[in-house]
C-alpha cells in the first residue's frame, strides 16, 4: 500500500514549455569557476537584469544585524550601569550619549556601528558597489578606534557593567573583521565570476562549447538509416529550424526546449575535470556535479565493447525499447515524433520499497544529433496535452540531460557511454535518500545496458552465421 505521503502528484511548472530561449539560463565554461556559479546562489540572469544577488543580500543582512547586536549589547549594560551606580534608567542614557569624554561613556561604540552599517549599506545595496574599497576602509577605521577605546579606557573597578563595556569594542572590532572576509573572499569573487560567464555567453572566442545550430557536421544521416539501414544521404540538421514555417507553435517550443537542453549538455561534458567521483564499479563510474539549488546531478561514465553506431541504434534511436531490456523503466512511448532530431517521450519509472515509493512519470522532449565522432540524445521535462498528471503516478522533472555515445580511442573496436542524469523525483521523499539510491539506479541501468548490446551481439552474430543448406544433386 502506498504511503499516504508519496501520493501527492504536485502541479508541473508550466513556465518551462512557455520560456524564451533568451531567458533561459545556460551553462557555459569548463573550469573550477564555473562550476562554483552552479552550486552558488548567483544567477547569470541576476547580473543581466543587475538583480541584488544573494550573497550581496546576505551580507547586507549580516552588517544589519551587527549594527543591532551592538546596540543590544549597550542596552543592556546600561541597564546594568543604572541599578548599580542608583540612577534611573533614562538618566544614565542621557549621560551615556552627552558624555564628550570617550573613556567615561560606551555611546561612541554606537556611532561607529552606525556610521560602518550606514556606509557598508550605502554602497553594496543602494549603489551597488563592485568595490572592496568601502568594506575595507569602515574595517580599517572600526578596527583602529576599537583599539584606542580599548587602551585609552579605564577598566578598573568591580562593576559588572563594564564586563559590557570592554565587550562591545571587542565584538566591534571581531564583526568588522567577518564582514571584511565575507565580501572579500565570498561575495564580490562570486558575482566576478558570474559576470564573467555572461560576457563569455556573448563572446564566440572566449566560449570553448559554444552550441552552433550552423555549424553542424555534415554526415549526420537521418534516423531512420540505423533502424530500417536505409541511407537517406546527408541533410542539413537545421531542417526543422529552417521549416519553421512548417511548425506550429507548441512544435516550435518543442524544438527550442531542445536546443536548450542540448546546450546545458555539452557544456557540463565540457566541465569534466570537475567532476567528483561518488563511485565506482566494473560496470563504470558514476560522478556528480553541483547544480543548482543545491541539487546533484549525476554522471554514468562507462566503456562498451562495441562500435558507438550500435549503441546509438539500440539505446537512442529506440527508446520505446527500453523497457524490455532495463527493469527500471516500466514504459516509454514516443508522443510526438516532430523531425528526426527532436521528439516528446513519455516515460515511466517501476515504484520501489514494495509499493512505498511510486512509480513516476517524465514527459521528455529530447533532441538527437551528432557532433564529431559522438552522438548525443539530450533533453528535459515539458508538458505534453495527451500525457496530463495523473494521481496514479508522481510526475517528476527533469533538467537538462541525456546520453552521449562516442568512439573510444583505447579500443579498437570499442566506444564511451555516459549518461547525465538530472532529476527531480518530487514527492516527499528526502532528498540524501534520493541521491544515495540514484547512483545504484545507474549502475543496475549500466549492466542492464552491458547484457543488452551483449545479446543483441549474440543474436546478429548468430543470424549472420547461418548458412543455407543445398541438397546434393
Known amino acids: 500500500m502506498n504511503s499516504p505521503e508519496d501520493r501527492e502528484c504536485p502541479e508541473y511548472n508550466r513556465?518551462?514549455?512557455?520560456?524564451?530561449?533568451?531567458?533561459?539560463v545556460?551553462?557555459?565554461?569548463?573550469?573550477?569557476?564555473?562550476?562554483?556559479?552552479?552550486?552558488?546562489?548567483i544567477s547569470p540572469v541576476s547580473i543581466r537584469t543587475c538583480h541584488v544577488s544573494k550573497e550581496r543580500r546576505t551580507f547586507?543582512?549580516?552588517?544589519?544585524?551587527?549594527?543591532?547586536?551592538?546596540?543590544?549589547?549597550?542596552?543592556?549594560?546600561?541597564?546594568?550601569?543604572?541599578?548599580q551606580i542608583g540612577f534611573s534608567y533614562p538618566e544614565v542614557v542621557l549621560e551615556e550619549m552627552l558624555q564628550t569624554d570617550v573613556s567615561k561613556t560606551s555611546f561612541d561604540i554606537i556611532w561607529l556601528a552606525i556610521f560602518r552599517a550606514s556606509m557598508l549599506l550605502l554602497a553594496y545595496a543602494t549603489c551597488k558597489c563592485k568595490s572592496r574599497f568601502p568594506v575595507?576602509?569602515?574595517?580599517?577605521?572600526?578596527?583602529?578606534?576599537?583599539?584606542?577605546?580599548?587602551?585609552?579606557?579605564?577598566?578598573?573597578?568591580?562593576?559588572?557593567?563594564?564586563?559590557?563595556?570592554?565587550?562591545?569594542?571587542?565584538?566591534?572590532?571581531?564583526?568588522?573583521?567577518?564582514?571584511?572576509?565575507?565580501?572579500?573572499?565570498?561575495?564580490?569573487?562570486?558575482?566576478?565570476?558570474?559576470?564573467?560567464?555572461?560576457?563569455?555567453?556573448?563572446?564566440?572566442?572566449?566560449?570553448?562549447?559554444?552550441?552552433?545550430?550552423?555549424?553542424?557536421?555534415?554526415?549526420?544521416?537521418?534516423?531512420?538509416?540505423?533502424?530500417?539501414?536505409?541511407?537517406?544521404?546527408?541533410?542539413?540538421?537545421?531542417?526543422?529550424?529552417?521549416d519553421i514555417n512548417h511548425l506550429s507553435s507548441e512544435e516550435y517550443q518543442y524544438v527550442q526546449q531542445g536546443i536548450d537542453a542540448?546546450?546545458?549538455?555539452?557544456?557540463?561534458?565540457?566541465?569534466?575535470?570537475?567532476?567528483?567521483?561518488?563511485?565506482s564499479r566494473d560496470d563504470g563510474d558514476v560522478y556528480t556535479l553541483n547544480g543548482p539549488n543545491n541539487m546533484k546531478i549525476f554522471i554514468l561514465k562507462m566503456s562498451l565493447p562495441c562500435p558507438p553506431e550500435v549503441v546509438y541504434k539500440e539505446v537512442i534511436l529506440q527508446p520505446e525499447r527500453m523497457p524490455s531490456w532495463n527493469r527500471a523503466v516500466i514504459d516509454c512511448q514516443v508522443l510526438m515524433r516532430i523531425s528526426d532530431h527532436t521528439l516528446v517521450t513519455y516515460d515511466v519509472s517501476a515504484g520501489a520499497a514494495n509499493g512505498y515509493v511510486k512509480p513516476r512519470d517524465f514527459v521528455n522532449v529530447r533532441r538527437i544529433e551528432k557532433q564529431g565522432q559522438r552522438y548525443i540524445s539530450a533533453g528535459?521535462?515539458?508538458?505534453?496535452?495527451?500525457?496530463p498528471p495523473s494521481s496514479d503516478f508522481v510526475r517528476g522533472n527533469n533538467d537538462s540531460g541525456g546520453f552521449i555515445v562516442q568512439k573510444n580511442s583505447e579500443q579498437h573496436n570499442g566506444c564511451s557511454f555516459i549518461w547525465i542524469l538530472n532529476t527531480d523525483i518530487k514527492g516527499n521523499i528526502p532528498r540524501y535518500l534520493v541521491n544515495k539510491s540514484l547512483a545504484e539506479i545507474m549502475f543496475a541501468f549500466a549492466s542492464s545496458l552491458r547484457q543488452h548490446l551483449k545479446d543483441t551481439h549474440t543474436q546478429h552474430r548468430s543470424s549472420s552465421s547461418e548458412v543455407p543448406r543445398h541438397s546434393r544433386p
Open 136 to 242: 575595507a576602509s569602515t574595517t580599517c577605521i572600526t578596527s583602529g578606534y576599537a583599539v584606542f577605546k580599548i587602551l585609552y579606557t579605564d577598566y578598573s573597578g568591580e562593576n559588572s557593567y563594564k564586563s559590557f563595556a570592554i565587550m562591545m569594542p571587542i565584538t566591534t572590532f571581531v564583526v568588522a573583521w567577518i564582514e571584511a572576509l565575507f565580501m572579500d573572499y565570498r561575495v564580490l569573487p562570486k558575482e566576478q565570476r558570474a559576470t564573467q560567464t555572461v560576457q563569455n555567453q556573448h563572446n564566440p572566442h572566449v566560449r570553448q562549447y559554444e552550441f552552433s545550430r550552423g555549424e553542424q557536421e555534415d554526415d549526420f544521416h537521418s534516423l531512420s538509416e540505423f533502424v530500417d539501414g536505409i541511407d537517406e544521404g546527408d541533410y542539413d540538421v537545421d531542417l526543422d529550424l529552417e
Open 380 to 387: 528535459m521535462s515539458t508538458l505534453h496535452e495527451n500525457k
Open 15 to 24: 513556465e518551462r514549455v512557455d520560456h524564451e530561449p533568451s531567458s533561459s
Open 60 to 83: 547586507c543582512l549580516f552588517t544589519f544585524f551587527n549594527c543591532i547586536f551592538i546596540v543590544m549589547l549597550w542596552l543592556i549594560m546600561v541597564s546594568i550601569k543604572s541599578s
Open 262 to 279: 542540448m546546450q546545458n549538455v555539452i557544456s557540463m561534458l565540457g566541465m569534466e575535470t570537475v567532476w567528483n567521483k561518488e563511485k
Open 26 to 41: 545556460r551553462i557555459d565554461g569548463n573550469d573550477d569557476e564555473t562550476a562554483a556559479l552552479l552550486s552558488s546562489g
